[in-house]
Every structure is written in C-alpha cells, then in structure tokens.
C-alpha cells in the first residue's frame, strides 16, 4: 500500500476528491427543482416514514433476540444498532443522483420518490436527535446543533441564493453579456457554506447540496456551473474518492462469525425496508409495477453512506459498520 500510494500522495489525493465529492453534489442540488419540496403531500409523508420505521423497528427487535441468543458483545450489538439507523435511512442526495442517472429526476415517480427520500431522511435526523437527547448525555448541545443547523439552511436560502442571483444580474449588465455568471465569487460562497457545515459538525457536502438546491437550475446559472465544474467534479474526482475509500477497507481485521450476523441484519432490515415502501405505497393506490420501483429507489445506497463510512474510519469508529455496508455497496 504505501509502495503503491505513499503518505504524502495520498493526502493530497484525498483533499482533491472531498472537494470533487461536494462539488459534486452542489451540481446535482443545482438540477433539482427547488418547488418539488414544498410539494409533499400525505402520500410522499406515509411511505417515507413506513419506509424508515419499519426497518428500525423490527431491526432492533432483531438486535434485541439476538443479544439474548447469542450473547453478543456489547460493541458488536451497539455495532448492529449503527449499521440499522444507517440502513434503514434513505439520504436525499443519493436518491436523487439515481433519480438524474435515469433521467426521471423531474417525472411524477421521480418527484413522489424524491419527496419521500425527504420525508425519510427528516425522520431519520428526529429520531437521532430524540436518541441523543433522552439515551446520552449533552441535551442542549443536540438541541443547538439542530437549531444551528437550521439557520445554516434558512441563510442559504434567503442570503446567499439573493445575492448570488444579485451577482448574476449585474455581471450581466456590466459585460453586456448575458450568458456570464459571477463563477468565482459563487465558489467562495460555496467554499465558505461548506467550511461552515463542517464547523457546526455536519460534513461540508450537507451545505454545497442545499445550496445548490436554493439556486435555479435553468441558463444562465445552473447551464453555467455545470458546464464549468461537472467535468471536474464528476467525471475526474469523484471516482478518485471511490478509489481512496476502497483502498482505506480492510475485509480481514474481524471474525467472519461477526460479519455474518451484521450481515444477516442488514438484509432483514433492507427486506423490511422494501417492504414497507411497497405496502405503503399500494395502500396510497400507486399502480404495483411503480410501489416495487419506489421500493427499490428507497433501498439505494450511494456515496453519502460511503462517506459516512470514511468518515467513521478515520474517527475510529465502528470498524465493523464500515466493513460490512461497504460489503453491500
């Protein structure tokens, strides 16, 4: 390995391909219609949440028989419980990137399951969030984390999206030249939202997406950034980031005995979770071949839990839950 990539190579390696990686996802916010939100009706609200409570629930009733069988230890156990509040979420930005892929981002199936990736992936934030405050300890530091986090989205939208677009317009007039956009002041902006995520404790990809989600999409901003930035962003340094995770996995530091229970949770959880998107869905009177479609966009995984997972591995954190979910990406 260190023949191969040695210490100092890899360190800029990985710098270039975390810019690449939420460069990334500011270009893919930049494709979703800001309105489709606002959009979320009762259906997009029961199947998001039976496609997150359904897995979580029965995933640790799962982890709760399987403790008193097998007297699993504690690390392993709190391991498992990780690796189902992982599962059992469905990320926005993941849901959306297949959605673009398969070119039915702007369709009524792309929209209903956009809405309900949403709609799953709040859910999930509020049970972390009501865990932290009544199973841990520092309750009022959860408490302002969410709060400051709040006020990270609701300044994207109503400061830095109206000055963006103020930018855009008078560089327009100043050049006489429509088609231009203020291309470096909106990568400081971009820059700064993401340092600043990262100091509220949110990876620096969660602000370069919502910004990307607050600014329009159509000529002259959105056609411009992607011109400018996808071929970077996209094509060259985000395979990088796959690369790196994947040489930072080891598949052979744990017993195969472990990995095979954790690995059997998370098919009963993705078992559960396709479920319950289905019946959800059949119940909301959507036609069998779209329930099993939604059901399947609801169980995609991606480059967000990845990153989680490199993120966790570089704080030493649950070497188990890094092994296995990169297993079944």
């Known amino acids: 390995m260190q023949m191969f990539l040695p210490i100092s190579g890899k360190i800029t390696l990985q ?17 979703i219609d800001a309105s489709i939100i606002r959009k979320a009706g009762s259906k997009a609200i ?6 997150y409570a359904l897995p979580f ?12 069988t097998y007297n699993l230890p504690p690390d392993v156990v709190h391991c498992i419980s990780t690796v189902i509040s992982l599962n059992a979420m469905t990320s926005f930005p993941v849901t959306t990137t297949v959605l673009a892929e398969l070119n039915i ?25 009501v865990f932290r405050m009544f199973l841990r300890d520092g309750t009022l530091a959860s408490v302002w984390s969410f709060v400051w986090v709040t006020a990270l ?3 994207i939208f109503f400061v830095c999206r109206p000055a963006i677009i103020w930018l855009t317009e008078r560089r327009s007039i100043s050049i006489d030249k429509a088609g231009e956009i203020p291309f470096f002041p909106i990568i400081m902006v971009l820059l700064t939202i993401s340092l600043t995520s990262e100091v509220l404790g949110v990876h620096a990809a969660f602000g370069a997406f919502w910004l990307g989600v607050s600014l329009p999409d159509g000529p002259p901003l959105g056609t411009g950034l992607t011109t400018k930035l996808e071929m970077f962003a996209t094509s060259l340094m985000l395979p990088c980031f796959i ?30 979770k396709f479920l319950g998107t289905a019946a959800a869905s059949a119940y909301c009177n959507i036609q069998i071949g779209d329930a099993f479609s939604l059901a399947l966009l609801m169980c995609c995984q991606g480059v967000i839990e990845i990153y989680t997972c490199v993120m966790w591995k ?16």
Do not use: M, P
């Open 105 to 129: 981002l702007n369709s009524d199936l792309g929209r209903l399951a956009t809405n309900c990736s949403i709609v799953c992936e709040a859910f999930s934030w509020i049970v972390a969030l």
């Open 243 to 272: 690369s790196i995770s994947g040489l930072q996995t080891n598949f052979f530091i744990i017993g195969e005995s472990h990995v095979k229970i954790i690995e059997a949770v998370i098919l009963i959880t993705y078992g559960c």
């Open 15 to 31: 710098t270039l391909s975390n810019l690449g990686f939420f460069i990334h996802l500011f270009l893919l916010g930049l494709r």
């Open 57 to 68: 629930s029965l995933g640790n009733l799962t982890v709760l028989f399987l403790k008193n």
């Open 314 to 329: 570089d704080e030493k954190v649950y070497c188990f839950v890094c092994i296995c979910v990169i297993r079944f990406l």
């Open 46 to 51: 029961l199947i998001g949440t039976a496609s």
């Open 153 to 155: 989205i609701l300044v």
